[in-house]
């Protein structure tokens, strides 16, 4: 990043001269990142910055079309709100289940809501609960089943028992399940009384099972011959049991990255995933008869499919033209597919790290997540999202938010958008390298405050602007905090609210 925002410093410092330099479209990677090894001076004209994975800046044309049509702060879904979980976890999320209305939330933490909890924690709507002791060391998959919890990762101890990488929660104890697994456990699914268990492992229960094996209640089996390297994702749907990962064969058949299992026989899904530098699949969901698989890929059934694809049960499809980098979680909800991971454009639009699938576009979640996304789970209309993030839209974010979309049917305030599409708040110049004039529109007599935020969510300075007349304002904002010390470079969130609207633009200050 280091070395982009030099980049973009001496493309700045240009700008006056731009008719003599080249165009910054000479040094573009296809998906608006600048190449390595670039230096020199660019003319940024025609382009427009948007943010990666990690907040590294990249370019999209300004005149493109795919910009002309997004209807909210650069393509930013506003029917929805971020919420955090109380305090959240002090450390990454790597699992999520939902039981009724508890959340269950799993993985390198020991903390949840200021108290100790040893890698697994409850969330009952208001505060954290431990399990006991929890578990010491990594959660990566959780499964709920009527009122027991499974428990799955690279831990030997639950509750202070000794298991072997998977647990059982039954409300106030663990149990071990039989002498467990002798490798990672990363995905659990269950299904009626049956627990279907993938990782690394090749044996359960001291037999031999290769990276699959289900649980009965009593003892441990394994699917046929089972795979032939890890597996990261897996979803039950009736007697069928969808597993994916990195393998290319599934009980002595040939299989690319997903399969699926009757009961007494592999399946391959058509020709599977595929077209890339180590392909993986590493999230399942079933939805009715459809199957959306995301991981790191290129095609499915032959065909383009950016890191995201639906099987029918006959034939794959793409969902749009997909996410532009790895895909590490999917929830259903309805007609809605929820999709987290690495990415920072959905649809080619921007989208950090979260987005939804409503069946023929994709929308992001307001300016999305500042951290990679590692788990999704959903709870009525409510969805919830795990990972490595400390701020979900602008809001302050300890590695697990809460998003609600607006009732279906309701439409965003008017106040949030301009005539024709445009944001309510433009900041011009972005980047800046002193300050930045403020652009925005008020629509109601009240009160305006603005709020500017650090990527942390911490509030660096707050302004009162008065109640300011109907009509088009500006202000001018000098780069300083509110101490008038100036702030140092990185990426900033603004917000201006009254109690009638919110708009918010991101921001990025280059010393």
């Not at 011009?428 to 500017?452: A, H, K, V």
Request: proline fraction near 4%.
């Amino acid at each position: 990043m280091r070395t982009a925002l030099a980049v973009m410093l001496v493309v700045l410092a240009t700008m006056a001269v731009a008719e003599t330099i080249p165009s910054l479209a000479t040094v573009l990677s296809p998906d608006g990142r600048i190449m390595e090894a670039v230096s020199g001076s660019f003319n940024p004209s025609g382009f427009r910055m948007t943010y990666g994975p990690e907040g590294e800046p990249f370019f999209i044309e300004e005149g493109s079309s795919q910009w002309e049509a997004v209807p909210f702060d650069e393509g930013q879904d506003s029917e929805g709100t971020w919420h955090a979980l109380g305090m959240g976890v002090q450390n990454f999320v790597h699992a999520i289940a939902v039981s009724g209305s508890d959340v269950y939330v799993g993985g390198d933490f020991s903390q949840a809501g200021g108290n100790p909890a040893n890698r697994i924690a409850r969330w009952d709507g208001t505060s954290w609960h431990a399990l006991g002791s929890g578990v010491n060391n990594i959660v990566h998959a959780i499964a709920t089943s009527g009122s027991d919890v499974y428990v799955g990762g690279n831990f030997s101890q639950a509750g202070g028992n000794y298991v072997n990488r998977i647990a059982r929660w039954d409300g106030s104890s663990w149990h071990e399940l039989g002498s467990g697994l002798n490798g990672t456990v990363f995905a659990i699914a269950a299904s009626g009384s049956d627990v279907y268990v993938g990782g690394s492992f090749t044996q359960a229960g001291g037999n031999p099972a290769s990276r699959i094996a289900r649980w009965d209640g009593s003892s441990w089996h394994a699917l046929g011959s089972g795979v032939y390297d890890a597996v990261r994702a897996i979803a039950a749907s009736g007697s069928d049991v969808y597993v994916g990962g990195q393998f290319t064969h599934a009980g002595g058949i040939s299989v690319n990255r997903i399969a699926r299992w009757d009961g007494s026989a592999w399946h391959a899904l058509g020709i599977g995933v595929g077209d890339a530098n180590n392909p993986k699949v590493l999230a399942i969901a079933v939805s009715g008869s459809d199957l959306y698989v995301g991981g790191y890929f290129f095609q499915a059934g032959g065909n383009p499919a950016n890191n995201i694809a639906r099987w029918d049960g006959s034939s794959w499809h793409a969902l749009g033209s997909g996410v532009n980098s790895t895909v590490n979680a999917i929830a259903v909800s309805g007609s809605d597919v929820y999709v987290g991971g690495e990415f920072a454009t959905a649809g080619g639009f921007p989208a950090n790290r979260i987005a939804r699938w409503d069946g023929s576009s994709w929308h992001a979640l307001e300016s999305g997540v500042n951290g990679t996304v590692k788990a999704i789970a959903v709870s009525g209309s409510d969805v919830y999202v795990g990972g490595s993030f400390r701020l979900a839209g602008i809001s302050p974010i300890s590695y697990i938010a809460r998003w609600v979309p607006e009732p279906t049917g309701t439409e965003p305030p008017m106040a949030e958008v301009f005539p024709g599409g445009r944001s309510l708040l433009q900041a011009s110049p972005n980047p800046l390298t002193d300050g930045t004039n403020l652009s925005f529109q008020s629509t109601e007599l009240s009160l305006l405050t603005l709020s500017i935020y650090d990527t942390a969510g911490r509030i660096v300075r707050t302004q009162e602007l008065g109640t300011l007349p109907v009509g088009s304002h500006d202000h001018y904002w000098d780069g300083c905090d509110g101490s008038g010390s100036p702030l140092a470079s990185g990426v900033y969130f603004i917000r201006i609210s009254s109690a009638e609207l919110q708009a918010s633009t991101r921001v990025v200050l280059i010393r």
